[in-house]
């Protein structure tokens, strides 16, 4: 098997950590094990060898290959144009970019996956693949499973940060982007065999504490017998002490005397922060669970202990400057500075983010580290890494490893255009909005009457398959950055690019192969698929890009890319199931593997995305 050398960045670090070394290390991989899965990547190869033998003197040009929307192929090779101006002015045989296409398709090595080449306009190189290897590869996915098309990625440890709710605050519709958009991310880099540390940076430590624990104290004398009935409902005993706290001098200065003795490790204080924070975790715990999100919590309070060593570190590098009574690191490009400690000599966000940050690189080892977090952090984030590339933790280069990202999201707006809230201006709170998810999509079932056809158990479990999809595909399928309105009766449809739309198609491909009476597992071992009508071809080359377009996914962190992909897939199916009979016809066994195949690459998509399919509706 064919061996490449690949670069990648890597950091080594001694000591306490910060004095990193950036090098490139070659790591041997198989070309064939790096490219499976990803038609781009492998059409990319031999283009490479095209041009080694092209332009031999050009050595330094990567094959600019990429999926053809015009009707002239499959995939189109662009470096005729950008070759030409280097090879102008030199000694050469071509006289335009057309004359470099054709050199170019001349001298691209026989494959077994190319049909046919052609040339046109100024150089593009135009490539159909054979249908015979796309429908070999489609079987080969059905035999071997669908862990074969997945992304060969760099990069083999990240840290992903997302949800990050405040303690003894209710998870409100907030918190929805951040949990879902985090949960996708974090889905698509383990399929892409990448060890990922999903993190829950709750906030845990503050000064909100000593104000709930001295009215804690206060209402609850007899608070540590009492048990979670002391505190009661967390989000009106959270309203009830800010109040106090905004009305009652008195009181609020025995709670910012409660945040040092809290600080201060006094037992009474930490047994009292440690019942609040467990009432907030049950509950958190709970919408997790409703929405399959795992996670595990590294909250504010973790990374407390480690931030006065970094901050030392940090002043023996001559970061750390005095500002107007605060310890402060100036960044390029700004103005204010990075507040690393306030004037009371307290520490806040971007202190714990440090910590955080040196905790990631240096204990666990992280390569790439994601924060999940709305757009309006944006700038905390760009001064924070800058001040990370300051102290040498990252290197300047933004693409190379150890790196990070700031995976900012737009806000969900109800139909007046504004924060979506309750009609009391409330925040929705996120359990009752999957609540009534859940109510509407059983709703619409029941008065399909599939009451009557399924058993209760099956009924709730697909409303909440349904209702709960419907939800995070209407905010999955939007560009992140976006702003989106929240309307239940859009995302509830089941026509259009809707979750409901996609389980419906996904049942009856299930449907299909159901009523055929065929062993689909047989099928797979004695049959073999052919692609002679166009929207099987079609719907074949679709399902072979779901490898490359996870890829895009994972690399640009945008969790839509997906979604598009998978609303294709179903209009690409919908096309093919009207023009091509399957159950029947003298291509049954193909058009069947073909539906299966086109099912198993639908589950995987709604698993990527915290989908649960469902195989009737």
């Given at each position: ?39 781009r ?52 045989e071509?006289?335009?970019?057309p ?15 190319v ?14 693949l ?30 992903v ?5 405040n ?42 504490f000593?104000?709930?624990i ?107 400057e ?67 590339k ?6 300047d ?47 619409a079932?029941?008065?399909?009457g ?41 995302m ?25 009476g ?22 074949g ?24 992909y998978?609303y ?50």
């Amino acid at each position: 098997m064919a061996s490449v050398s690949k670069p990648r960045f890597c950091h080594f670090s001694s000591g306490f950590g910060f004095e990193n070394v950036f090098v490139t290390v070659w790591l041997s991989i198989s070309q064939d094990q790096e490219n499976i899965g990803n038609v781009r990547k492998q059409l990319a190869k031999l283009f490479e060898t095209s041009l080694r033998t092209t332009v031999p003197e050009e050595s330094d040009v990567e094959p600019l290959v990429a999926a053809c929307t015009a009707k002239f192929g499959d995939y189109q090779c662009n470096n005729a144009m950008s070759l030409w101006p280097r090879i102008k002015g030199k000694k050469t045989e071509f006289r335009g970019p057309p004359a470099v296409g054709q050199a170019l398709m001349k001298n691209l090595p026989s494959s077994e996956m190319v049909e046919a080449c052609s040339v046109a306009g100024p150089g593009f190189v135009n490539v159909t693949l054979s249908k015979n290897w796309i429908a070999k590869n489609i079987q080969k996915m059905l035999i071997d499973g669908i862990e074969t098309c997945a992304p060969g990625l760099s990069v083999k440890r990240v840290v992903v940060d997302f949800s990050s709710p405040n303690i003894a605050k209710e998870m409100h519709v907030g918190h929805l982007r951040s949990t879902i958009i985090g949960d996708t991310l974090a889905r698509m880099l383990e399929f892409s065999n990448v060890e990922v540390l999903r993190r829950n940076h709750v906030g845990d430590w503050g000064t909100q504490f000593g104000m709930l624990i001295e009215f804690l104290f206060e209402k609850f004398p007899d608070w540590e017998n009492a048990g979670d009935t002391a505190i009661g409902d967390l989000q009106a005993f959270y309203k009830a002490s800010k109040q106090k706290f905004d009305e009652d001098p008195v009181f609020k200065e025995r709670a910012q005397k409660a945040v040092v003795r809290l600080q201060g490790g006094e037992p009474r204080y930490r047994s009292a922060w440690t019942q609040i924070c467990d009432i907030s975790r049950r509950e958190f715990d709970g919408v997790y669970q409703r929405l399959g999100v795992s996670l595990e919590e590294k909250g504010e309070s973790f990374y407390n202990p480690y931030i006065p060593s970094v901050l030392e570190k940090l002043s023996e590098l001559g970061l750390v400057e005095e500002s107007e009574g605060a310890h402060v690191i100036f960044v390029e490009g700004f103005e204010r500075p990075v507040i690393v400690v306030k004037k009371d000599g307290g520490y806040n966000y971007a202190s714990t983010d440090l910590a955080a940050l040196w905790y990631r690189l240096n204990i666990e080892k992280a390569e790439w580290i994601i924060y999940v977090t709305d757009v309006g952090q944006s700038e905390h984030f760009q001064m924070f890494f800058k001040a990370a590339k300051r102290a040498g933790w990252l290197p300047d280069d933004d693409k190379a490893y150890p790196r990070t990202n700031h995976v900012g999201f737009g806000l969900v707006l109800g139909e007046d255009g504004k924060r979506f809230r309750t009609r009391s201006t409330e925040v929705v709170r996120l359990a009752d909005l999957l609540d009534e998810a859940k109510a509407r999509s059983k709703a619409a079932l029941i008065e399909r009457g599939k009451d009557k056809e399924w058993s209760e158990e099956d009924l709730d479990k697909i409303a909440e398959a349904v209702g709960y999809g419907a939800v995070k595909y209407a905010d999955l399928k939007n560009n992140r950055t976006t702003n989106y309105t929240f309307n239940f009766d859009q995302m509830l449809n089941d026509k259009g690019n809707t979750a409901v739309y996609l389980l419906y198609a996904h049942a009856r491909m299930c449907s299909i192969i159901r009523k055929s009476g065929k062993d689909i597992e047989e099928l797979k071992k004695t049959g073999s698929i052919a692609l002679n009508h166009p929207d099987e071809r079609a719907l074949g080359l679709h399902l072979l890009q779901f490898g490359e377009t996870v890829e895009e996914a994972c690399t640009n962190l945008l969790p839509n890319v997906l979604c598009e992909y998978l609303y294709n897939l179903s209009e690409n199916f919908t096309k093919f199931y009207s023009n091509c009979q399957v159950v029947g016809s003298a291509e049954e066994t193909s058009r069947l593997l073909l539906c299966e195949a086109t099912a198993v690459v639908m589950r995987k998509c709604f698993h990527l995305l915290g989908i649960v399919p469902v195989h009737k509706l």
